[in-house]
């Protein structure tokens, strides 16, 4: 609205509408309005039919989420009805084994609810491992010994020995004859200690929103280096719903930059831009809508942290839910209505020269409560 208004009115009718509207914001007429809308909002409130009914009649806010929730609910059930060979559940599953195996005390029999689901997966992809659509040989290699171990692991049952049974007939990975069992279950060395507190403090304190980069190209091999940093962080059930889209052509890089908020001014000499990407299509409920929001921005933590060690240096955009923005994005990135952004982020070598923002954090007695009350159940 704002460019249209520019372009149709003269410079002192423009002055006279901003003038106008600061009169109004700063008059009792605004607050009356708010007080209003605050009114109408605790009332929508109160009760959960209203909260709907408001977002379904009055708002469209959540109308995108919603739609790429079920969006990514039925490609998730359409790839189990059609042949089983879903990566996500495989990952899920191999990875609830896993904490199965190390519990304590171990149970001699566990995972009987799912164990056949979780064979006849592994064995759809390892049987065809190109139609998950993705590189899988490193997950199926984990797979299988995390199957192997589970199956010496629980005692005789009638469920459990059927599906021992199946594992067996199942062709092994291409790539797990050497140091075959080993993505398994293990004990860590609590003695090695890779970084101490005062070195993971100041590299939290040296890394900072960079926004003036030296013009120079980043190494992609720098780059992946750091994903793959990112990759080990936590993900729940392992699934890891996320991309990152990496731009380092400079035409690319233009385009892409214009996409979130908060670049402009100087998003003509970021080097890289990175699009973290969640995706909806990794589970098979609503209930885990937010996972990839929160598995992503672990990982993009991990992978700014990261840059740093490596001479490089990041700026995240926040990407707040704009319809203008989210189409743009949809176009430009080519997303499918399940890929949901998470952020954007620059990254470079940066400019020696320039300034970074303070940036205060909240102290440390705000941000964190020892054993605040609760509510027994």
């Known amino acids: 609205m ?12 423009r002055d006279q509408l901003r003038d106008a509207r600061l009169f109004f914001n700063a008059s009792g007429v605004r607050r009356l309005a708010r007080s209003a809308q605050t009114a109408g909002l605790r009332f929508a409130s109160q009760v959960k039919p209203l909260a709907s009914a408001y977002y379904s009649l009055l708002s469209r806010q959540f109308q995108r989420e919603e739609r790429a929730v079920l969006l990514g609910l039925a490609k998730y059930h359409a790839e189990l ?9 495989m990952r899920r599953n ?11 005390p171990r149970r001699p029999v566990f995972a009987k609810e799912y164990i056949l689901e979780t064979v006849n997966v592994y064995r759809k992809i390892v049987a065809e491992p190109v139609r998950s659509g993705e590189r899988v040989a490193e997950s199926l290699i984990w797979a299988y ?45 609590l003695d090695e200690h890779p970084v101490s507190f005062g070195q993971l403090e100041r590299l939290a304190v040296k890394r900072r929103s960079v926004r003036w980069f030296e ?10 280096k750091a994903f793959t ?23 690319m890089v233009a385009t892409v930059a214009g996409v979130p908020g908060g670049t402009a001014g100087f998003k003509h000499n970021i080097p890289v831009m990175v699009a973290v990407l969640g995706t909806l299509d990794a589970f098979y409920s609503e209930r ?26 990041s700026c995240i955009f926040n990407w707040p839910d704009i319809e ?25 070598y940066p400019d020696p020269d320039a300034m970074v923002a303070y940036s205060q954090k909240r102290p440390l007695d705000v941000m964190r409560v020892y054993n605040p009350p609760i509510n027994p159940f």
């Open 81 to 89: 009805q059609e042949d089983d060979a879903n990566i996500f559940l």
């Open 229 to 251: 940093v990112a990759g080990l962080s936590p993900s729940a059930c392992n699934r890891q719903p996320y991309r990152f889209l990496v731009f380092d052509d400079p035409e």
């Open 145 to 189: 010994d995390v199957l192997g171990e589970y199956f010496r692991a629980v005692a005789a049952d009638p469920v459990l020995d059927h599906a021992r049974e199946i594992f067996g007939q199942c062709p092994v990975p291409d790539g797990s004859g050497e140091g075959a069992g080993n993505r398994v279950p293990y004990k860590r060395n």
């Open 215 to 224: 013009q120079k190209p980043v190494p992609r091999e720098l780059l992946d």
């Open 94 to 104: 191999v990875h609830r084994l896993e904490k199965g195996l190390l519990m304590r």
């Open 324 to 348: 203008k923005r989210e189409k743009m994005a949809e176009r430009v990135l080519g997303l499918k209505g399940y890929e949901r952004p998470v952020f954007f982020m620059g990254v470079g």
């Open 2 to 13: 704002k460019p249209l208004v520019n372009k149709i009115l003269p410079e002192d009718q």
């Open 288 to 313: 885990d809508r937010h996972v990839p929001y929160i598995d992503g921005s672990l990982a993009a933590m991990s992978f700014a942290y990261a840059l740093e060690t490596l001479g490089l240096s």
